[in-house]
């Protein structure tokens, strides 16, 4: 399973249930601070970065990442933050 999150508030409601499902987590590059990216880590949840800033009021870009991060997981289930 694979998080696509956009926003600090997506992340602070779905950390639970990534840590609980040791899920995959795609996000922003600017999003989470060094210390959040360390724990990440220490529960061994693999943590990527989209190649472009996505606004997660801009549908359109919030659709054109899914079809990237598909391309680079496309059997995974994806759940995606819509703010």
Do not use: C
Request: no cysteine.
């Amino acid at each position: 399973m694979i998080y696509l999150i956009f926003t600090p508030e997506g992340f602070a409601e779905a950390q639970a249930d990534i840590l609980e499902d040791k899920a995959a987590l795609w996000i922003n590059n600017n999003l989470l601070s060094p210390e959040q990216l360390a724990s990440l880590s220490a529960h061994d949840i693999n943590v990527s970065f989209l190649p472009n800033l996505i606004d997660a009021r801009d549908e359109k870009a919030i659709i054109a990442a899914l079809e990237y991060v598909e391309t680079q997981s496309p059997k995974e289930e994806i759940l995606v933050e819509y703010p």
